[in-house]
């Protein structure tokens, strides 16, 4: 079974920045693509960054010219690089694999690393 997990979370204060990495254990297969994702309590868990695997990236409004999603393959562990960190970024962040073992596809979660950026 594949699991992921999470880590580099943190307290900082505005400005500062973090950098989240996601490594999968298990039987890892092909990585068809893989992201960020962030949830507040009380909201919606929502996409932060996306990497594809023709290398495509896609970032949500509110990140973007700040965070830099990566991955390497040989570590099977992607990378979330926050910069500018602002109070609203904070939340929990997730990260995911999709897979693909013969014809079939398959998601995976980690279980969620927090970020809290305050004075």
């Known amino acids: 079974q594949v699991q992921l997990r999470e880590s580099g979370g943190g307290l900082v204060q505005p400005g500062d920045s973090l950098r989240l990495s996601c490594a999968a254990s298990?039987?890892?297969?092909?990585?068809?693509?893989m992201g960020w994702y962030r949830q507040i309590p009380g909201k919606e868990r929502d996409m932060v960054a996306q990497?594809?695997?023709?290398?495509?990236?896609n970032y949500a409004d509110s990140v973007k010219g700040r965070f830099t999603i990566s991955r390497d393959n040989d570590k099977n562990t992607m990378y979330l690089q926050m910069n500018s960190l602002k109070p609203e970024d904070t939340a929990v962040y997730y990260c995911?694999?999709?897979?693909?073992?013969?014809?079939?596809?398959?998601?995976?979660w980690g279980q969620g690393t927090q970020v809290t950026v305050s004075q």
């Open positions: 995911y694999f999709k897979l693909l073992s013969g014809w079939v596809l398959t998601d995976y």
């Open positions: 298990g039987s890892i297969r092909r990585i068809v693509d």
């Open positions: 990497i594809f695997s023709g290398g495509s990236t």
